[in-house]
RNA sequence: GGCCCCAUCGUCUAAUGGUCAGGACGCUGCCCUUUCAAGGCGGAAAUACGAGUUCGAUUCUCGUUGGGGCCGCCA
């Protein structure tokens, strides 16, 4: 064992991801991965991905792939790992024997009930629940008599009674006395090395020069550092990030609903979005600059800025934020982005062909032209939260035959009559227009000056263009909330939209079931 | 209970020993408007409390209160 265990100079920085895969990668994951990266990055240093699984209970594989999955959509690279600590037991074991050797570590055969009780009884006495050192002065010999009898035991580290004083570059100077942790477990046994332990001797080992982490490790570092000091092994920065709160100021968790990021990916927030978000989770610029990109992030990023208080997690600001970012992408990218949204609300179907690929309408079997995709997220764009909203406001483009109630095509206090005369007027400006013409600046120059006129005609308020493009709307999409006609009419196409004009006379001149039926 | 951390609108936060205490989300009013959004322009909304230092404190100090974290053979 390295006797000689120097301290590290001055070298380049190297931080830790070190998530725990006991579930789903979380926002707290997320907070302290983005923090490491931006940290790394801009100090030109290097990013050691480790996965904290001593936990053998609680760890799965699944939530370790879950949080890898995340941390690569979210661009969150690393430059080395990930290392599995259940893969590192022969590294803890050395250096617990070397604890042992140097009686700096000790069995203790004590029950975790009888423990469990010490502890009760000295919290409801207001005293600091501390280990009794029971074993602690065993000998080498009652120890290993003990051991051979096949007595359960863990390691206990022999914490000294100290004052501990360490800098935290969030909050400054924090002092603890040691005398109120006690001795504390660091392995179950030599095979199986807890957490204050693993950390310690990773960190060394892996060469960290920094840990960023949350608050809620602040009174572990006392722990961690005591443990440094028996190995002899030098103390790297720390900087403890407020935690994030749910909405009743706890620790945020699974009670507060909060989702995972596979979860808010699946459901449509871009990686931006969540990115900026959570920067801004305990850190601003101090400008009212709100919108950051990562690489701006990079740039104006400091620890110095970081808040010491906890933050409470708001959604409604992360929609916000997501709406935007949604408004920012291009078309075509966004189109992409979204097509799955239609395909799994059945309203897309991915189709092979001899070249390759294709896209089909699933509801009536028509190809589809990415075109009409890009159109339909063009238009919906200003409106979403969310990338998974977009199939649920578009499924009037899929449908083959719209029904509604024939009430929804009057506008204000319009007649069915008055409503006819309406769609007709339309249908004559509309069957004019050419196919090749067929746009949504076209459409709307050439209706819009003829709503006065119309309005006239029948004895209604000259500006309310409802009368005129209300019963064109429902005509279109059968419902009250959409898109604009016009918008709505150019996705369609002249063809289409023709027909839904057609198949809404039908549906005011009486028959209640949709005619189109009858002509497909 | 012990130890540690923290404290500006509901939320995320900016600022300063002297400001009308700023921004953003949300809420709300108006405008735009064929619906719903989006967008534009406004509004309400905060320095936890008490002392001290000071000409002056939200800012500095102390105390109180409040909130949080940890106190595991979890991480």
Redesign the pocket.
């Known amino acids: 064992m390295e006797k000689e265990i120097l301290k590290s100079g001055n070298k380049t920085v190297k931080v830790r991801m070190?998530?725990?895969p006991?579930g789903f990668m979380h926002i707290g994951t997320l907070r302290m991965a983005l923090f490491n990266y931006i940290f790394a990055k801009q100090n030109n240093g290097k990013i050691v991905l480790r996965m904290?699984?001593?936990?053998k209970?609680?760890?799965k594989k699944e939530y370790a792939d879950d949080i890898l999955d995340g941390l690569k959509w979210l661009g969150l690279d690393w430059d080395e790992g990930p290392f599995y600590?259940t893969q590192r037991t022969e590294i803890y074991k050395r250096y617990l024997q070397k604890l042992i050797e140097e009686n700096r570590a000790y069995h203790?055969?004590?029950?975790?009930e009888e423990?469990?009780a010490r502890?009760q009884y000295?919290?409801?006495?207001?005293?600091?629940?501390?280990?009794s050192g029971k074993c602690a002065n065993l000998s080498v010999r009652e120890a290993r008599d003990l051991l051979d009898q096949g007595k359960?035991?863990?390691i206990r580290f022999r914490a000294e009674n100290k004052k501990i004083k360490f800098n935290?570059l969030?909050?400054?100077?924090?002092?603890?006395?040691t005398g109120?942790?006690?001795d504390?477990?660091i392995?179950?046994d030599m095979d199986?090395?807890?957490?204050?332990f693993?950390?310690v001797v990773d960190d060394f080992d892996m060469g960290i020069t920094h840990v960023i982490r949350?608050?809620?490790?602040?009174?572990?570092t006392p722990k961690q550092i005591l443990v440094q000091e028996a190995l002899g092994i030098a103390r790297p920065e720390y900087a403890?990030l407020?935690?994030i709160?749910g909405?009743?100021?706890?620790?945020l968790s699974k009670r507060h609903g909060a989702v995972g990021i596979t979860e808010y990916r699946r459901q449509g927030y871009l990686k931006e979005a969540l990115i900026n978000f959570t920067a801004?989770?305990?850190?601003?610029?101090?400008?009212?600059k709100?919108i950051y990109s990562m690489e701006e992030l990079l740039r104006d990023f400091s620890m110095g800025?970081v808040?010491?208080?906890?933050?409470?997690?708001?959604p409604?600001?992360l929609?916000?934020?997501n709406?935007?970012y949604i408004?920012q992408s291009d078309p075509k990218t966004l189109a992409e982005m979204c097509l799955p949204y239609f395909i799994s609300a059945g309203y897309v179907a991915k189709e092979k062909s001899e070249t390759g690929f294709f896209y089909k309408n699933a509801k009536t079997g028509e190809r589809l032209d990415f075109e009409f995709i890009k159109k339909i997220v063009l238009y919906q764009q200003?409106?979403?939260k969310k990338l998974s909203e977009i199939a649920e406001v578009s499924n009037y483009f899929f449908e083959r035959v719209l029904s509604y109630e024939k009430e929804l095509l009057k506008?204000k206090d319009s007649s069915f009559a008055e409503t006819k005369l309406a769609l007709d007027k339309i249908e004559n400006i509309f069957s004019k227009i050419e196919a090749g013409d067929w746009t949504r600046q076209n459409l709307?120059k050439t209706v819009?000056p003829q709503?006065l006129e119309f309005n006239l005609s029948i004895g209604k308020p000259e500006?309310?263009?409802?009368y005129?493009?209300?019963p064109?709307?429902v005509a279109l999409c059968g419902q009250?909330?959409?898109?604009?006609?016009?918008?709505m009419a150019d996705v369609l196409g002249k063809e289409k939209t023709l027909r839904r004009i057609a198949d809404a006379a039908e549906i005011i001149s009486g028959s209640t079931c949709a005619p189109t039926l009858f002509n497909q």
């Open positions: 070190p998530p725990s006991t904290e699984d001593t936990d209970e609680r760890s600590q203790c055969f004590c029950s975790s423990l469990e502890r000295q919290m409801s006495r207001g005293e600091a629940p501390v280990y359960k035991s863990v935290d969030v909050r400054g100077e924090i002092e603890f006395d109120l942790t006690g504390f477990v392995a179950k199986n090395a807890l957490y204050n693993t950390v949350g608050e809620d490790h602040i009174s572990n403890h407020p935690i709160m909405a009743d100021r706890s620790k801004f989770l305990g850190w601003n610029p101090g400008t009212e709100e800025k808040q010491k208080g906890g933050a409470v997690f708001n409604v600001r929609d916000y934020l709406s935007f408004k200003p409106r979403l506008w709307e819009l709503s500006k309310d263009r409802g005129l493009l209300w064109l709307r009250k909330m959409s898109i604009g006609p016009f918008e």
